[in-house]
């Protein structure tokens, strides 16, 4: 193992800079002094800028920042310039050749912001966080309960479609009673929970599990027009793909949230959106994906004409026995390219030398050299390294929205998706039978079934608001192996969801037995494959380890009695 360094090592030295500079420079480089350091206090355009320039410059960041930032800012004139405004003309004009001229998209990596959107659909969503290189953050229907009504009204998306089309009456009236049967269902399943799960050493982490359990159980009645929050953090590229994105999408609430997108980052990082808004350039970037949509569409159409929907009078769609998972695509001597690829960094042969060695070893000490390339895993954190990027698996998966919206967020693989319809059933929480709910589960789900077929008939596009998170979704999801560990170990733990456990667990039992990949998921150690059960409540364990873990509050001095307060907590 080797040691970390006490100290810093010791970097260039010797660049001169008088007092004053010293004085500018200890404001805006932390520390002020040294090989490292970080930017602080100085506006997005202007750190993007000084590092476009810093790979085209033989100066230091500091004398860039100096010679052609602050001083072009007015700095040395006023003694300080405004950290509001440092640099934003020498900013304003780079970014105009690199990016406008050159179309040198890299410098679009080099600035980010921070985006909140709030109050979306469970469709936009998806289309919001379809980028793979950036960061969201989802409001969970599993901590959030959607029983309340805040400003008189449930947390659902009326689409523009269905207004214009003159069924917003009976889209309010229908989410309306499916939100007022999932506040039931909650009580319900609750109640059922905290009859039968044992009393614990910490009370608050019983009702903590429990009533995520309850939430689990209850959210498959929600609609996808269940609104939700999303903070996303991105680079300026990726959000250039994300307004393209929303800026063609079939959805006015998509293409609406994405204009919002668009304001908001014009007060942050203007200077990198201005391609958006050039015929020649975001026009036509828009025009390219809308062209590819459509070609798409008809080629499926001509190739694969779609089925017959079924008949309205088919009634409520069938509940499912349980997701299902299939691997369509792997590699048999996948796992012998993984170990030759761990191998090849500490190889001094080509990588053809040492495939073809690794193909020459026997099975046990293939075995043995395969362990070493795993490692000594003490927790599911301890990812082996690149190497088990160069095998990869392909799957596709039948389960429930909820699971889905859940899985999707697993960006470094490759998803794509179908349309959500009611043909594939609906997933039902083993719970929810428990509670003695199935007749209200029924009820909710055939009325947004038939609010669905009724927006079919009219405004198709916005048909999949009506229904359910319970109901099912083919799609298709692309990884390697070092992504299918990480995905298999996180949501397979017992306090996840049970439907996203059980497509991870299906993932791991397809990667064994279906790809005969049995090293590589022997080394998914921290995998937990025990079927989802109706005599635990997986939260349970993982609050009672959290709150063994915090310090232990101070005495209080004993408050006077209180009257009891109604309600679930």
Known sequence: MHALPTAPPAGPTGEPFTDAERQVLSRHFVPPAGPVFALVGLPEATRAAL????????????????????????????????????????????????????????????????????????????????GRFGAYLEQSTRYVSYADRPEGRFRYHVPVEVEADGLGSAYRRTLDLAFTRYAELVTRVRAALEARVPEAADGVARRRAIRAAALDAARGVLPVAATANVGIFASAQQYEALLLRCRVHPL????????????????????????????????????????????????????????????AAAGVSPAAAGPTVRLLDFDPAGERAVLAAALFPHATEPLEVVRRRVDQLSEAAFADAFRACIGPRGNRRHRPGRGLEHTAYVFEIVCDYGAFRDLQRHRPATLAWQRLGPALGVSVPPLVDEAVARPLWDEAIAELEGLHARLGASVPVAAPYALALAHRVRWALACNAREAMHLIELRSQPQGHPEYRLVAQAMWAAIRDGAGHRLLAQAMAFADLEPPGLNDVGRLAAELRLAARRPAAPAQPAAPAQPAAGGPG
């Open 51 to 130: 590092f476009a320039r810093y790979s085209r410059s033989p100066k230091s960041l500091r004398r860039l920042f100096l010679d052609e930032f602050w001083a072009a800012a007015g700095g040395a004139a006023r003694g300080e310039a405004q950290a509001s405004d440092i640099g934003e003309d020498r900013s304003r004009d780079l970014f105009a050749r690199v990016l406008t001229e050159y179309g040198d998209d890299s410098v679009a990596q080099l600035a980010a912001a921070h985006v909140a959107c709030e109050g979306i659909s469970n469709l936009c969503t998806k289309a919001v966080e379809w």
């Open 252 to 311: 006015a609430e998509v293409r609406a949230v994405g204009a919002r997108i668009q304001t908001a980052l014009q007060q942050v990082i203007p200077d990198f959106l201005t391609r958006l808004d050039q015929p020649e350039r975001g026009g036509v970037w828009a025009e390219y994906l809308v062209a590819l949509d459509q070609g798409l569409e008809q080629a499926a159409a001509s190739l694969m004409p779609p089925a017959p929907a079924p008949p």
